[in-house]
């Protein structure tokens, strides 16, 4: 019970979240200039048409009433007009049929494309993945190197490894990733192409017209490298941390007076037990680089949120930026209940209530 209370709980707090988000990010867009009549309907349209669309979308109405409708069209749980067209708009399913109205359930509408008329659901599905894999590949890289990193700074505290590890994290932390994704690009992309076999650009597949579709993961690797510098040096620098106040532990010094290897002190004992900082951080960063991996995908021209998203920007497509900045934001409410849960698995110090 405590489980499932801790889980509302959690749950309605992230409903309080997407809910601000929605509403600050509603009126942010509103006050931009633009016009979504002329980009739906093109500036050469007849007057009847831009009406019917300044009707579809609403603008006819005072500003709280469009905020109001947009909430109902974002909501899984909805009253909408009971009519073919909503039907065939919506896909919902009926929960409670007030005549006229009715109470649905249905995948959240966010609504239609400005510059494509392609539902905002199916372009955010299409891009998702790219973003995913660059986000996962770059978790994984920070991951690996920044436990390794950590551990054999940990082992010669004070050394000049250990300064040399210590100082690179520091410049990782401080070297915004924008920055780094240029720099790695232009190096290893560019100048040291022949000799790393890596391009400025690429995807994570391509259509070679003799074999098909073909899986292309050196093309990850740069701008995943780029995305994983910060929590790499993160990681670095916490299990340096962890590290050295779990070697100064009793118990430590006990599994040293057994005879136990200096391998199974590190690797069974002091390493276990020092991984969760670790882990709730590793947790944490996935979405934080998912929403990061925004301007990386952009300069290395990798196909994603985050490109599908600055190229909306780009053309005032409203629709499609906010969809994507609620999508982003429902992540870090997802992911940050999950490393709450596993946070309470892993320490048996902490406690649901």
């Known amino acids: ?15 309080l979240i997407m809910l601000g988000v929605l509403v600050a990010i509603f009126f942010l867009f509103n006050v931009l200039p633009g016009d ?44 909408h007009e009971d009519t073919e067209a909503n039907l065939e708009k919506y896909e919902y399913s009926t929960l409670v049929d007030f005549g006229e109205d009715v109470l649905v359930w249905k995948t959240p509408y966010l609504r239609r494309s400005f510059q494509s008329n392609k539902s905002v659901t199916d372009i955010l599905v299409d891009h998702f993945f790219g973003t995913l894999w660059l986000a996962a590949a770059a978790m994984l890289i920070a991951t690996v190197f920044g436990i390794l990193f950590g551990v054999l700074a940990s082992l010669r505290p004070h ?26 690009a232009i190096t290893f992309g560019y100048y040291w192409s022949d000799w790393t076999g890596l391009s400025l650009t690429g995807q994570l597949y391509e259509i070679d ?25 993160i990681i670095v620098q916490l299990t340096r941390s962890s590290m050295l106040d779990v070697m100064s532990q009793d118990y ?10 200096r391998y199974n002190v590190i690797a069974g ?67 940050n209940i999950l490393v709450d849960l596993l946070y309470v698995m892993l320490d048996p110090r902490v406690k649901l209530d």
């Open 36 to 79: 979504p009549v002329a980009l739906l309907a093109g500036q050469r349209s007849d007057l009847s048409t831009r009406e019917a669309i300044t009707k579809d979308l609403g603008l006819d109405k005072p500003l709280p009433l469009q905020l109001l409708y947009y909430v109902n069209d974002v909501s899984p749980v909805s009253v």
């Open 269 to 335: 004992h002091a390493l276990k037990n020092a991984l969760n900082p670790v882990v709730t951080a590793v947790s944490g960063w996935l979405a934080s680089l998912m929403a990061g991996a925004f301007f990386i995908e952009y300069i290395f021209n990798w196909k994603g949120l985050g490109s599908v998203t600055l190229q909306a920007v780009q053309n005032l497509d409203f629709p499609l930026v906010m969809g994507s900045t609620l999508f982003v934001a429902f992540l870090f409410v997802l992911i």
């Open 159 to 184: 050394s000049t490894l250990d300064h040399t590890l210590v100082t690179g994290s520091v410049l990782g932390i401080s070297v915004p990733s924008f920055v780094a994704a240029i720099l790695i």
């Open 252 to 261: 430590i010094r006990t599994a040293r007076a057994k005879g136990l290897s």
């Open 1 to 15: 019970m405590k489980l499932i209370g801790f889980i509302l709980s959690r749950l309605g707090h992230g409903l």
């Open 209 to 233: 017209p003799f074999e098909g579709k073909q899986l292309m993961l050196r093309n990850l690797l740069l701008p995943a490298i780029a995305l994983g510098i910060r929590p790499l040096a």
